[in-house]
Protein backbone atom coordinates (compact mmCIF):
# COMPACT_ATOMS: atom_id res chain seq x y z
CA UNK A 1 0.00 0.00 0.00
CA UNK A 2 1.36 3.50 -1.20
CA UNK A 3 -0.64 5.27 1.81
CA UNK A 4 -0.60 9.21 1.61
CA UNK A 5 -0.72 10.38 5.14
CA UNK A 6 -2.07 14.09 5.71
CA UNK A 7 0.76 17.18 6.60
CA UNK A 8 0.63 16.12 10.06
CA UNK A 9 1.81 12.89 9.18
CA UNK A 10 -1.94 11.17 10.19
CA UNK A 11 -4.44 9.13 7.95
CA UNK A 12 -7.82 8.74 9.06
CA UNK A 13 -8.96 5.15 9.83
CA UNK A 14 -12.64 4.00 9.79
CA UNK A 15 -13.07 0.91 12.23
CA UNK A 16 -15.53 -1.17 10.89
CA UNK A 17 -17.28 -4.69 12.50
CA UNK A 18 -16.13 -7.22 10.14
CA UNK A 19 -19.11 -9.26 10.78
CA UNK A 20 -22.05 -6.89 10.90
CA UNK A 21 -20.51 -4.11 9.30
CA UNK A 22 -21.68 -1.05 11.47
CA UNK A 23 -19.36 1.46 11.67
CA UNK A 24 -17.89 1.66 15.20
CA UNK A 25 -15.25 4.25 15.21
CA UNK A 26 -12.87 6.64 14.17
CA UNK A 27 -9.32 7.50 14.27
CA UNK A 28 -6.04 8.05 13.19
CA UNK A 29 -2.97 6.71 12.68
CA UNK A 30 0.95 7.50 11.50
CA UNK A 31 2.96 5.16 9.80
CA UNK A 32 4.40 3.47 13.05
CA UNK A 33 0.26 2.63 14.13
CA UNK A 34 -0.19 1.49 10.82
CA UNK A 35 2.59 -1.12 11.46
CA UNK A 36 1.94 -1.75 14.72
CA UNK A 37 -1.43 -2.89 13.83
CA UNK A 38 -0.32 -4.82 11.19
CA UNK A 39 2.33 -6.46 13.49
CA UNK A 40 -0.10 -7.16 16.46
CA UNK A 41 -3.24 -7.58 14.93
CA UNK A 42 -4.64 -5.14 17.46
CA UNK A 43 -5.80 -1.86 16.24
CA UNK A 44 -3.01 0.58 17.00
CA UNK A 45 -3.75 4.52 16.59
CA UNK A 46 -2.01 8.00 17.33
CA UNK A 47 -3.62 9.81 20.00
CA UNK A 48 -3.53 13.58 19.02
CA UNK A 49 -4.81 14.69 22.42
CA UNK A 50 -1.19 12.28 24.33
CA UNK A 51 1.03 12.45 21.68
CA UNK A 52 1.72 8.91 21.42
CA UNK A 53 0.66 5.56 20.03
CA UNK A 54 -2.26 3.94 21.70
CA UNK A 55 -3.51 0.52 21.67
CA UNK A 56 -7.07 0.35 21.49
CA UNK A 57 -8.24 -1.74 25.18
CA UNK A 58 -4.81 -1.25 26.21
CA UNK A 59 -6.13 -0.07 29.43
CA UNK A 60 -10.21 -1.70 29.21
CA UNK A 61 -9.04 -4.91 27.62
CA UNK A 62 -11.57 -4.10 24.89
CA UNK A 63 -9.49 -4.38 21.92
CA UNK A 64 -10.09 -4.29 17.97
CA UNK A 65 -8.57 -7.47 16.73
CA UNK A 66 -7.46 -6.88 12.98
CA UNK A 67 -9.48 -8.69 10.10
CA UNK A 68 -8.61 -6.99 7.29
CA UNK A 69 -7.44 -3.25 6.54
CA UNK A 70 -8.52 -1.82 2.43
CA UNK A 71 -7.52 1.61 1.55
CA UNK A 72 -9.38 4.31 -0.42
CA UNK A 73 -9.27 5.23 -3.91
CA UNK A 74 -6.98 7.88 -3.64
CA UNK A 75 -5.12 5.89 -0.58
CA UNK A 76 -5.85 8.80 1.64
CA UNK A 77 -8.19 6.59 4.45
CA UNK A 78 -8.31 2.87 5.64
CA UNK A 79 -11.30 0.97 6.19
CA UNK A 80 -10.06 -1.15 9.24
CA UNK A 81 -12.05 -4.15 9.81
CA UNK A 82 -12.09 -5.65 13.04
CA UNK A 83 -13.80 -8.33 15.92
CA UNK A 84 -14.13 -6.06 18.51
CA UNK A 85 -13.88 -7.31 22.17
CA UNK A 86 -16.40 -5.91 24.23
CA UNK A 87 -17.84 -2.02 23.44
CA UNK A 88 -15.61 0.21 21.09
CA UNK A 89 -16.57 3.50 22.75
CA UNK A 90 -14.70 4.32 25.71
CA UNK A 91 -18.23 6.07 26.74
CA UNK A 92 -19.31 1.91 27.02
CA UNK A 93 -21.29 1.60 24.10
CA UNK A 94 -20.97 -0.37 21.38
CA UNK A 95 -19.90 2.51 18.75
CA UNK A 96 -18.75 5.89 19.35
CA UNK A 97 -22.50 7.12 17.73
CA UNK A 98 -24.13 5.15 20.89
CA UNK A 99 -25.55 2.35 19.05
CA UNK A 100 -25.48 -1.32 19.49
CA UNK A 101 -23.48 -3.61 17.51
CA UNK A 102 -25.95 -5.84 16.19
CA UNK A 103 -26.24 -7.41 12.86
CA UNK A 104 -28.62 -5.15 10.44
CA UNK A 105 -30.06 -6.94 7.35
CA UNK A 106 -31.16 -3.98 5.58
CA UNK A 107 -34.75 -4.01 4.14
CA UNK A 108 -34.97 -7.35 6.22
CA UNK A 109 -34.44 -5.78 9.66
CA UNK A 110 -36.97 -3.40 8.62
CA UNK A 111 -39.42 -6.53 7.64
CA UNK A 112 -38.79 -7.47 10.83
CA UNK A 113 -39.32 -4.39 12.42
CA UNK A 114 -42.99 -3.93 10.59
CA UNK A 115 -43.87 -7.56 11.42
CA UNK A 116 -43.73 -6.91 14.90
CA UNK A 117 -45.46 -3.49 15.06
CA UNK A 118 -48.24 -5.28 13.36
CA UNK A 119 -48.41 -8.15 15.49
CA UNK A 120 -48.45 -5.71 18.52
CA UNK A 121 -50.63 -2.69 17.27
CA UNK A 122 -52.71 -4.01 14.72
CA UNK A 123 -55.97 -5.42 14.17
CA UNK A 124 -56.91 -9.11 13.19
CA UNK A 125 -59.64 -7.59 10.36
CA UNK A 126 -56.92 -4.67 9.59
CA UNK A 127 -53.90 -6.64 8.77
CA UNK A 128 -52.78 -9.81 7.61
CA UNK A 129 -50.51 -9.91 10.12
CA UNK A 130 -52.20 -9.64 13.02
CA UNK A 131 -54.69 -12.01 11.70
CA UNK A 132 -52.33 -15.01 10.93
CA UNK A 133 -50.35 -14.11 14.76
CA UNK A 134 -54.27 -14.27 16.14
CA UNK A 135 -54.53 -17.72 14.89
CA UNK A 136 -51.85 -19.35 16.69
CA UNK A 137 -48.17 -20.83 16.74
CA UNK A 138 -49.80 -23.83 14.96
CA UNK A 139 -51.89 -21.56 11.88
CA UNK A 140 -48.14 -20.15 11.20
CA UNK A 141 -46.31 -23.16 11.29
CA UNK A 142 -48.84 -24.54 8.90
CA UNK A 143 -48.34 -21.97 6.59
CA UNK A 144 -44.58 -22.11 6.34
CA UNK A 145 -45.16 -25.45 5.30
CA UNK A 146 -47.43 -24.69 2.59
CA UNK A 147 -45.16 -21.96 1.11
CA UNK A 148 -42.22 -24.35 1.20
CA UNK A 149 -44.36 -26.46 -0.73
CA UNK A 150 -44.72 -23.76 -3.00
CA UNK A 151 -41.28 -22.84 -3.17
CA UNK A 152 -40.50 -26.87 -3.67
CA UNK A 153 -43.07 -26.70 -7.04
CA UNK A 154 -41.72 -23.44 -8.46
CA UNK A 155 -38.25 -24.62 -7.85
CA UNK A 156 -38.76 -27.46 -10.53
CA UNK A 157 -40.50 -25.27 -13.21
CA UNK A 158 -38.94 -22.75 -15.22
CA UNK A 159 -40.91 -19.73 -14.16
CA UNK A 160 -38.65 -17.63 -12.00
CA UNK A 161 -41.19 -14.91 -11.75
CA UNK A 162 -43.19 -17.34 -9.51
CA UNK A 163 -40.10 -18.79 -8.19
CA UNK A 164 -38.84 -15.76 -6.81
CA UNK A 165 -42.63 -14.53 -5.32
CA UNK A 166 -42.81 -17.92 -4.05
CA UNK A 167 -40.04 -17.73 -2.26
CA UNK A 168 -40.47 -14.03 -0.58
CA UNK A 169 -43.49 -15.57 0.74
CA UNK A 170 -41.30 -18.26 2.54
CA UNK A 171 -39.28 -16.12 3.87
CA UNK A 172 -42.02 -13.25 4.76
CA UNK A 173 -43.34 -16.51 6.76
CA UNK A 174 -40.25 -17.41 8.28
CA UNK A 175 -39.76 -13.99 9.58
CA UNK A 176 -43.29 -14.23 11.43
CA UNK A 177 -42.57 -18.01 13.45
CA UNK A 178 -39.25 -16.75 13.99
CA UNK A 179 -41.21 -13.92 15.92
CA UNK A 180 -43.90 -16.19 17.19
CA UNK A 181 -41.31 -18.01 18.83
CA UNK A 182 -39.71 -15.40 19.98
CA UNK A 183 -36.72 -14.96 17.65
CA UNK A 184 -35.19 -13.08 14.74
CA UNK A 185 -32.78 -13.35 12.08
CA UNK A 186 -29.75 -12.42 14.19
CA UNK A 187 -30.76 -15.40 16.55
CA UNK A 188 -30.60 -17.71 13.19
CA UNK A 189 -26.88 -15.59 12.20
CA UNK A 190 -25.69 -16.64 15.55
CA UNK A 191 -26.55 -20.20 15.09
CA UNK A 192 -24.66 -20.26 11.67
CA UNK A 193 -21.70 -18.17 12.78
CA UNK A 194 -21.17 -21.04 15.71
CA UNK A 195 -21.31 -24.05 12.83
CA UNK A 196 -18.22 -22.09 10.99
CA UNK A 197 -15.80 -22.34 13.75
Not at 12 to 34: C, R, S
Not at 66 to 92: A, E, F, N, S
Request: with cysteine; proline share 2%; charged share 25%.
Amino acid sequence: MNLKFNSEGLIPAIIQDATTKNVLMLGYMNEEAFQKTQETKKVTFYSRSKQRLWTKGEESGNFLNLVDVKVDCDDDTLLVQVDPVGPTCHKGSDTCWGEDNSSNFGFISKLEQTILERRSNAKPEDSYVASLFSKGINKLAQKLGEEAVEVVIEAKDNNNELFLNESADLLFHYLMLLQAKGFTLEAIESVLKNREK
